[in-house]
């Protein structure tokens, strides 16, 4: 890619990026599982195995496609006691870096989340990795990790809510 | 008169066996008094876990946390291959000598004036050393051992109580338990590399309760059994079982469930391929243990408190889980999941895939536990109400939803704590 090229398909990711986001923050969780193609996998390494591998490490979330719907399945009701009623959040996106091949996209950024409810926040921080298909003039999401700077999860208490 | 909402009442806890009514008063979760008394009569003169010995298999190897709040080290002597538990304390001016979560030493030294002390404690190295005058014996500054430190199957425990009792006696009924999860899993165990460490506001005790109750679970954990109904399980089994108080405060829940079990109970989810494995780990558990002992590790479920706070669950996965409070309404939560050795690795895969999906922060289960136990703690900010109710099942067999297994808890806990008097004294 020339670096125009770069500076182009960056672009274009960011705002698929951007708009991911908006999805998370309006809890449109629907229209955001379609984003993800059908063998995608979102995952969350636990804060002191960032490099875990879900065959044989412990892991926060490892979802397949199937999990992925019964995660928003699951947030999408009544009954997901620590969503309902849902936080309010801010899903920032910045540090962008785009990579990979014309068939598919690899993508790092880092993240910050705010999570309000009840009167509390709290702020998730740390790194995104995407692989990303090019599909119908846009993107498809085949992969997402989202590797925590924290060192634990004591400020936050869960990850309840779609990094 | 109204009464402050935070003071400890006298008795906290009020068991009244002939009027099958059994109730806490909800200060034993609110009150500074009652969390200060806790860390003195209840922290420091129990057995506590520090980790298991899978975790520093060879010489050298140490992992450092908190236990009870206090930082710790554990190390594998490179000389005598003991398990050694440190204060993690310079006995010089206080720094931290290990300084790292895990890792590989012979020596551990404090950063801030070099002293150097090695795998087994002793103080090897002090700068200009010919500063000091006779005075200062350095034998006798080596590293300090926590008072008492003694393993049972794997699981490392150690006393800040010199005059405890041995652990095989503190552990009483629990070790048949402990046996249960370890001879279930062919006798050879390790933690699985990566930890759950998670707080949130709510006491302790509130988090104690609910790792074994089996009342909460139906209404509570509604989403994650229409997950598990969603890929294919069958709940029409049903949870039943009972509940057992096994001495000194521990206590467990025992049922059949309808999930399956890594080891070993097939079940459609784990697949055809992993159907082979798990029949021959059942039988192999038969040949060792007979077909009595063989069903009760393999096919029931267990949710075992080896007390005051850690939670062993032997149920779709194994976690191993201690409780902390830094304040009264706050709870510090470790968790580790507890594998066999060389399983096999689409099982090891099924294994924690349910641990994260049901146990794990991130799960579809244990955030709503948080909530709960949250929402409990707010409730009681609200005053009104004195006392929690924790009679169910009292008058009949105690059954897995039952609350015999809080009850042996609370009785051990008011046991330890006194008759709260000195509590009320100090509002």
């Given at each position: 890619m020339t670096t125009a090229g770069?500076?182009?398909?960056?672009?274009?990711?960011?705002?698929?990026?951007?708009?991911?986001?908006?999805?998370?923050?309006?809890?449109?969780?629907?229209?955001?599982?379609?984003?993800?193609?059908?063998d995608a996998k979102y995952e969350v390494p636990c804060n002191d195995a960032l490099d875990g591998d879900p065959a044989h490490d412990l892991m926060l979330i490892d979802d397949n496609y199937t999990r992925l719907a019964a995660r928003v399945e699951r947030l999408n009701s009544r009954r997901a006691h620590r969503e309902y009623p849902h936080s309010r959040t801010n899903h920032q996106v910045f540090n962008v870096r785009v990579g990979g091949s014309a068939d598919e996209i690899s993508v790092s950024a880092s993240f910050t989340v705010w999570r309000f409810r009840g009167g509390r926040s709290n702020c998730y921080v740390g790194r995104y990795r995407y692989r990303l298909r090019r599909r119908d003039g846009g993107?498809?999401?085949?992969?997402?990790?989202?590797?925590?700077?924290?060192?634990?999860?004591?400020?936050?208490a869960d990850v309840a809510i779609i990094l | 008169m109204s009464t402050s909402i935070h003071a400890a009442q006298m008795p906290i806890v009020v068991d009244d066996p002939a009027a099958q009514r059994f109730k806490v008063h909800r200060s034993a979760m609110t009150s500074r008094e009652v969390h200060r008394a806790e860390i003195d009569r209840i922290f420091a003169e129990s057995w506590l876990y520090v980790g298991h010995e899978s975790e520093i298999p060879k010489p050298g190897d140490f992992v450092r946390r908190p236990v009870a709040g206090r930082p710790v080290f554990m190390v594998r002597g490179a000389e005598t291959g003991n398990i050694n538990v440190f204060h993690n304390t310079c006995t010089h001016r206080g720094a931290l000598v290990?300084?790292?979560?895990?890792?590989?030493?012979?020596?551990?030294?404090?950063?801030?004036?070099?002293?150097t002390f090695d795998s087994e404690g002793r103080l090897k190295g002090v700068p200009g050393r010919d500063a000091y005058s006779g005075g200062v014996d350095f034998d006798d500054l080596g590293l300090k051992r926590v008072a008492r430190v003694e393993s049972y199957r794997g699981f490392v425990f150690a006393s800040f109580d010199p005059g405890i009792v041995d652990l095989p006696d503190y552990l009483a009924g629990a070790k048949d338990y402990i046996d249960l999860v370890i001879d279930g899993c062919g006798g050879s165990v390790e933690m699985v590399r990566g930890s759950n460490q998670y707080s949130f506001a709510a006491n302790w005790k509130l988090l104690v309760e609910n790792s074994f109750d089996?009342?909460?679970?139906?209404?509570?954990?509604?989403?994650?059994?229409?997950?598990?109904?969603?890929?294919?399980t069958d709940l029409r089994g049903g949870v039943s079982g009972r509940a057992v108080d096994l001495g000194n405060g521990h206590a467990v829940i025992e049922y059949s469930a309808p999930w399956g079990r890594p080891v070993a109970k097939w079940e459609p989810l784990f697949g055809e391929d992993a159907r082979t494995e798990i029949d021959r780990l059942r039988a192999d558990l038969v040949t060792r243990h007979g077909e009595q002992g063989a069903r009760a590790m393999a096919?029931?479920?267990?949710?075992?408190?080896?007390?005051?706070?850690?939670?062993?669950?032997?149920?779709?996965?194994?976690?191993?889980?201690?409780?902390?409070?830094p304040a009264p309404d706050v709870v510090d939560v470790t968790a580790w999941a507890l594998a066999p050795v060389d399983e096999l690795a689409a099982l090891r895969h099924r294994r924690l895939?349910?641990?994260?999906?049901?146990?794990?922060?991130?799960?579809?289960?244990?955030?709503?536990?948080?909530?709960?136990?949250?929402?409990?703690?707010?409730?009681?900010?609200?005053?009104?109400?004195?006392?929690?109710?924790?009679?169910?099942?009292?008058?009949?067999?105690?059954?897995?939803?039952?609350?015999?297994?809080?009850?042996?808890?609370?009785?051990?806990?008011?046991?330890?704590?006194?008759?709260?008097?000195?509590?009320?004294?100090?509002?």
């Open positions: 770069v500076a182009a398909g960056r672009q274009h990711v960011e705002d698929f990026l951007y708009a991911e986001a908006a999805l998370l923050d309006a809890w449109n969780l629907d229209d955001w599982l379609l984003l993800f193609d059908h993107f498809r999401i085949a992969a997402k990790r989202a590797k925590l700077d924290m060192t634990d999860l004591r400020a936050v | 290990c300084r790292q979560d895990s890792g590989n030493s012979k020596v551990f030294q404090c950063f801030y004036h070099a002293w089996g009342y909460h679970a139906e209404s509570t954990h509604d989403t994650y059994f229409k997950y598990l109904v969603s890929i294919g096919e029931v479920n267990r949710n075992l408190l080896i007390y005051p706070n850690l939670i062993i669950n032997d149920i779709m996965s194994v976690t191993v889980r201690t409780l902390y409070p895939d349910s641990f994260l999906t049901f146990l794990g922060p991130g799960g579809f289960a244990t955030p709503d536990d948080i909530e709960a136990l949250e929402s409990c703690q707010q409730g009681f900010a609200s005053g009104g109400v004195e006392w929690n109710d924790i009679s169910r099942g009292m008058g009949r067999v105690p059954m897995a939803n039952d609350e015999e297994q809080m009850r042996a808890f609370w009785r051990r806990w008011q046991q330890q704590m006194g008759n709260a008097a000195d509590l009320a004294g100090a509002q």
